[in-house]
């Protein structure tokens, strides 16, 4: 559902990433690789180069600030995109700007007195008076589709450390994102295995956090070495796809109390050798290649992703489509990993009565 938002993310994370490899292999070829030194030096380009390379401490300084102030750029970014679009579905989803949750429309009147008494700061100098109060009046006089205008929800102060994070989400209708978050499968992975559990996703984020703020004003005292900044960005990603996934699993709560989608089975079987699943569904029509939502939501793991279905199985038999009336069990692939105890939840038009 957020597929752009993350792809654009993952992009900026791996450049990063690869920025970093790269000066740490010039840095050991200056500072230490003497004989591929020699080599490189006769290129009149790279001896020209070696003159003006600062020193290693100060590249390591320079390469350490500049990671940590992107990468939280670019965590700071995708909740502010994700947050908008969560918001410009929201009259979608709930028709009735008086059927909103009630700290969305408090945060939403809150927002827009702010926005009309600052409207001449140069932050909002896109923003007219007739824009931030339009979307409100229509949803208060019900004589128009509302709006629900981002900037009147990202007007946080401070940076998005864990409660500032939470504060934000919840403002915008989206419940208990912590626990969401700290459940998420990538975070849970980065957590216990690259991290092996010496540190928390609360502690993660602060560390983002506490450094970039201390690169902002020119007060480094400590620098992370190539591989933990590496690992700085591998934390981030994780951090933006447990979100994306989070508001997804909100969206589709909101559209299936409209009918919009619904809950058709679950995944209670994982077969190794097909690399396939099997689903007890009902009352659905199945197709190879269509969309569906795989959601689990537990007090040990969360996840929530669309997986488009690769094949079909019907009592051992390959289907381009099935339609199951009653309880069946169907061997399902999908283009990404799932596992069992997963729910499934399909679209209105893919429903059978």
Not at 6 to 12: G, H, L, P, Q, R
Not at 20 to 32: A, E, M, P, Y
Not at 57 to 74: G, K, M, N, P, Q
Not at 133 to 151: A, F, H, M, N, R
Request: aromatic share 8%; glycine share 6%; hydrophobic share 40%.
């Amino acid at each position: 559902m957020f597929e752009d938002l993350i792809e654009k993310a993952s992009v900026k994370i791996s450049t990063v990433g690869a920025i970093i490899k790269t000066n740490h292999r010039l840095r050991r070829i200056v500072f230490r690789d003497s004989l591929n030194k020699q080599k490189l030096a006769e290129d009149h380009e790279f001896a020209a180069l070696i003159e003006i390379i600062p020193s290693e401490r100060e590249w390591e300084i320079y390469d350490h600030s500049a990671v940590v102030t992107r990468l939280y750029a670019i965590y700071e970014r995708f909740v502010e995109d994700l947050i908008s679009d969560w918001l410009r579905r929201m009259p979608d989803l709930v028709p009735r700007y008086s059927d909103l949750r009630v700290e969305i429309q408090n945060t939403h009147r809150e927002g827009i007195g702010r926005l009309l008494i600052d409207i001449k700061n140069n932050r909002f100098q896109h923003l007219s008076v007739e824009k931030v109060v339009q979307g409100l009046s229509c949803g208060i006089t019900e004589t128009g589709k509302y709006e629900l205008l981002p900037d009147a929800f990202l007007l946080h102060e401070g940076n998005l450390r864990k409660e500032v994070l939470e504060t934000v989400l919840k403002n915008a209708g989206i419940k208990e994102p912590w626990k969401w978050i700290i459940n998420h499968k990538e975070i849970k992975y980065f957590v216990e295995e690259v991290r092996g559990s010496q540190n928390t996703a609360e502690g993660e984020l602060k560390q983002l956090v506490d450094y970039r703020n201390k690169a902002a004003h020119g007060s480094t005292d400590e620098i992370l070495g190539t591989q933990e900044l590496l690992d700085l960005g591998h934390f981030v990603e994780a951090l933006c796809k447990s979100l994306a996934d989070l508001v997804t699993y909100n969206i589709i709560l909101l559209q299936s109390d409209r009918g919009l989608v619904r809950e058709i089975g679950k995944i209670t079987e994982w077969l190794p050798k097909p690399q396939a699943y099997v689903a007890k569904v009902q009352k659905v029509i199945l197709t190879v290649e269509e969309r569906v939502f795989l959601v689990l939501v537990n007090d040990k793991l969360s996840y929530c992703y669309a997986a488009k279905v690769e094949s079909i199985q019907l009592y051992g038999i390959s289907k381009n489509q099935v339609q199951i009336t009653s309880e069946e069990e169907v061997g399902l692939k999908f283009d990404r990993d799932a596992r069992t105890g997963l729910t499934i939840y399909v679209t209105k038009s893919n429903q059978v009565d």
